[in-house]
């Protein structure tokens, strides 16, 4: 049928249910295409009609089920044309010849990701601009060949076992390189020098491998990067502060390493304005919470415009005559209401601080409150100590707050009821005293959150609040006016001095016996006497 279409070059038939015939007819004549899109078409194998395709300019065989190895004759397909080609998400294992660098000359985008690859990582040639090879099983050393990719606008090697020391070029061999993600490997050793020349750097991600020593002071040069994460690594550092002067930067995580030392102060009212996340849990920070990065951190207190929209490179490739929008959308993994989060699209309006699992201390500032969008907190696993500010209660987005495990004293603010988006709520594990708020959210709340606190009562457990009005029966001891007695004590004081020991009772008992002997000998003891004393003169005179 598409033999008779003399004219037909681009075939797009993704997201369909087509069956190929395994071998093509040796008399059937095949049309020639620049375009072939079979994504999500149900494939278990290569089309064998691809073998005759010596034009195609572009291939997406994306989200079938293709299993074993990339045929050999696939390398020979279009070799002079092929500009974009996409396997990703299948189960292929690896490549029948493998090549030092792809023998594709005019490469441009290449998709691997989501496969089964095993062995090195392959190489593209120095035209590609875009190579994605994550969630696949890589290991070894990269190839120092990764350096002569000077055209590469996004290198995503995430998820794999590579392994090895980061080539000294990373970060620097591309002008145009704004996407480099390395996360979720083997590699160790220092990170490189980025950013020594002009860079375009967005988004860098090295967390979850092995990396140590020093953060690179270069990196304060990336005067364009927004989404910095180096968490779960070995990095033995102080914060870098200086890192406050890059103008976009959304995103830092440093969480579970070595970072030591006082936060400080910011040098100027203009540092890390734009940071919307900040995630650094599992150190060993010490002193006063930042006071002075509260004020500065704008983009958390003021509400954004209502549009729904992913924090993401985005860009335009021109590719072989066309222009292909890409956008890379940035994932991280945070602890979120108690649980560990992977988000693999962030909402550009998520703001969260989590600074929890470190050695801070002192109060927590009435400042963060003017953090008005803030989604996520965390301080918990402190030495915290001080009342919780009420000023908390004006965070209206809050969905998360976790301040247990630290040494918190006073009463839970009743202002904290107004957070009717509040999800997930934890103070267990403080010194808190005096009734748990009631209404709205706080009704949801289960007893682990507040279990720890010896002084807290209410409905959420155990330990009920008890009633205001005295249980004391009215006094039968009243003057010649009705009041009452002057030792008319509170049965409450009673039933609270029994409750902190025997001995106190005791005392409160005995000083009400005596002030009441005392009282009754005032009162009736001068009435009784003087009747005596009238009797007595009655007999004298009889």
Same mark, same amino acid.
């Given at each position: 049928?598409?033999?008779?279409?003399?004219?037909?070059?681009?075939?797009? %038939?993704?997201?369909?249910?087509?069956?190929?015939?395994?071998?093509?007819?040796?008399? $059937?004549? *095949?049309? =020639?295409?620049?375009?072939?899109?079979?994504?999500?078409?149900?494939?278990?194998?290569?089309?064998?009609?691809?073998?005759?395709?010596?034009?195609?300019?572009?291939?997406?065989?994306?989200?079938?089920?293709?299993?074993?190895?990339?045929?050999?004759?696939?390398?020979?397909?279009?070799?002079?044309?092929?500009?974009?080609?996409?396997?990703?998400?299948?189960?292929?294992?690896?490549?029948?010849?493998?090549?030092?660098?792809?023998?594709?000359?005019?490469? &441009?985008?290449?998709?691997?990701?989501?496969?089964?690859?095993?062995?090195?990582?392959?190489?593209?040639?120095?035209?590609?601009?875009? /190579? #994605?090879?994550?969630?696949?099983?890589?290991?070894?050393?990269?190839?120092?060949?990764?350096?002569?990719?000077?055209?590469?606008?996004?290198?995503?090697?995430?998820?794999?076992?590579?392994?090895? $020391?980061?080539?000294?070029?990373?970060?620097?061999?591309?002008?145009?390189?704004?996407? #480099?993600?390395?996360?979720?490997?083997?590699?160790?050793?220092?990170?490189?020098?980025?950013?020594?020349?002009?860079?375009?750097?967005?988004?860098?991600?090295?967390?979850?491998?092995?990396?140590?020593?020093?953060?690179?002071?270069?990196?304060?040069?990336?005067?364009?990067?927004?989404?910095?994460?180096?968490?779960?690594?070995?990095?033995?550092?102080?914060?870098? /502060?200086?890192?406050? =002067?890059?103008?976009?930067?959304?995103?830092?995580?440093?969480?579970?390493?070595?970072?030591? &030392?006082?936060?400080?102060?910011?040098?100027?009212?203009?540092?890390?304005?734009?940071?919307?996340?900040?995630?650094?849990?599992?150190?060993?920070?010490?002193?006063?919470?930042?006071?002075?990065?509260?004020?500065?951190?704008?983009?958390?207190?003021?509400?954004?415009? +209502?549009? %729904?929209?992913?924090?993401?490179?985005?860009?335009?490739?021109?590719?072989?005559?066309?222009?292909?929008?890409?956008?890379?959308?940035?994932?991280?993994?945070?602890?979120? =209401?108690?649980?560990?989060? *992977? /988000?693999?699209?962030?909402?550009?309006?998520?703001?969260?601080?989590?600074?929890?699992?470190?050695?801070?201390?002192?109060? @927590?500032?009435?400042?963060? !409150?003017?953090?008005? *969008?803030?989604?996520?907190?965390?301080?918990?696993?402190?030495?915290?100590?001080?009342?919780?500010?009420?000023? %908390?209660?004006?965070?209206?987005?809050?969905?998360?707050?976790?301040?247990?495990?630290?040494?918190?004293?006073?009463? @839970?603010?009743?202002?904290?009821? +107004?957070?009717?988006?509040?999800?997930?709520?934890? *103070?267990? /594990?403080?010194?808190?005293? &005096?009734?748990?708020?009631?209404?709205?959210?706080?009704?949801?709340?289960?007893?682990?959150?507040? +279990?720890?606190?010896?002084?807290?009562? !209410?409905?959420?457990?155990?330990?009920?609040?008890?009633?205001?009005?005295?249980?004391?029966?009215?006094?039968?001891?009243?003057?010649?006016?009705?009041?009452?007695?002057?030792?008319?004590?509170?049965?409450?004081?009673?039933?609270?001095?029994?409750?902190?020991?025997?001995?106190?009772?005791?005392?409160?008992?005995?000083?009400?016996?005596?002030?009441?002997?005392?009282?009754?000998?005032?009162?009736?003891?001068?009435?009784?006497?003087?009747?005596?004393?009238?009797?007595?003169?009655? !007999?004298?005179?009889?």
């Amino acid at each position: 049928m598409f033999a008779k279409l003399k004219n037909l070059t681009k075939l797009h %038939l993704s997201l369909n249910y087509i069956t190929f015939l395994s071998k093509t007819s040796p008399n $059937t004549t *095949v049309q =020639k295409f620049k375009h072939i899109g079979l994504a999500s078409c149900n494939l278990s194998e290569f089309p064998d009609f691809l073998r005759e395709q010596d034009e195609l300019e572009f291939v997406d065989l994306a989200y079938n089920h293709i299993h074993g190895l990339v045929p050999k004759w696939m390398w020979n397909t279009s070799k002079e044309n092929l500009g974009f080609v996409n396997f990703s998400h299948n189960f292929l294992t690896g490549f029948d010849q493998m090549h030092d660098v792809f023998p594709w000359p005019r490469l &441009g985008i290449l998709d691997l990701k989501s496969n089964l690859l095993q062995g090195p990582l392959p190489i593209p040639p120095p035209s590609t601009f875009i /190579y #994605l090879v994550s969630n696949n099983m890589l290991s070894g050393k990269v190839s120092s060949l990764i350096c002569s990719l000077n055209s590469l606008y996004a290198l995503d090697l995430s998820h794999n076992h590579l392994s090895g $020391t980061l080539p000294p070029c990373l970060g620097n061999f591309s002008s145009f390189l704004s996407i #480099l993600n390395l996360r979720s490997n083997n590699f160790h050793g220092m990170i490189p020098q980025v950013c020594t020349k002009e860079s375009s750097l967005k988004m860098l991600d090295l967390s979850e491998n092995q990396l140590e020593g020093w953060l690179p002071r270069s990196l304060a040069n990336c005067a364009k990067l927004e989404f910095l994460i180096l968490g779960n690594n070995r990095l033995h550092d102080v914060f870098p /502060y200086w890192l406050g =002067k890059l103008p976009e930067l959304k995103v830092l995580i440093l969480r579970s390493n070595r970072f030591h &030392g006082d936060m400080g102060s910011p040098a100027t009212n203009f540092e890390f304005q734009k940071l919307r996340i900040l995630d650094l849990s599992y150190n060993n920070f010490r002193g006063k919470l930042p006071l002075g990065y509260f004020k500065n951190w704008i983009a958390m207190k003021n509400v954004p415009e +209502e549009h %729904l929209t992913y924090m993401q490179a985005i860009a335009t490739i021109y590719l072989l005559g066309f222009a292909l929008n890409e956008n890379y959308d940035y994932s991280m993994t945070i602890t979120n =209401k108690g649980v560990k989060t *992977v /988000y693999a699209k962030i909402l550009d309006f998520f703001t969260a601080i989590d600074l929890s699992c470190n050695k801070f201390d002192g109060e @927590i500032p009435e400042v963060i !409150g003017n953090l008005k *969008v803030l989604h996520l907190l965390n301080l918990s696993n402190n030495f915290l100590t001080d009342r919780i500010p009420s000023s %908390l209660g004006d965070l209206h987005q809050l969905e998360s707050l976790d301040l247990s495990q630290n040494k918190l004293s006073g009463e @839970i603010p009743q202002q904290l009821t +107004e957070l009717i988006f509040l999800e997930f709520f934890n *103070v267990s /594990y403080n010194n808190l005293t &005096g009734p748990i708020p009631q209404g709205k959210q706080f009704n949801t709340f289960q007893m682990s959150s507040f +279990e720890g606190n010896l002084g807290l009562c !209410g409905d959420q457990i155990t330990r009920k609040c008890g009633h205001s009005k005295s249980l004391a029966p009215p006094s039968i001891f009243e003057d010649d006016h009705g009041s009452e007695s002057p030792f008319d004590f509170n049965w409450k004081a009673i039933l609270l001095g029994y409750g902190c020991g025997l001995i106190i009772g005791g005392i409160i008992g005995h000083i009400m016996t005596t002030r009441k002997h005392d009282w009754f000998m005032k009162n009736f003891g001068n009435r009784q006497h003087q009747r005596e004393r009238s009797a007595k003169r009655r !007999g004298s005179r009889n």
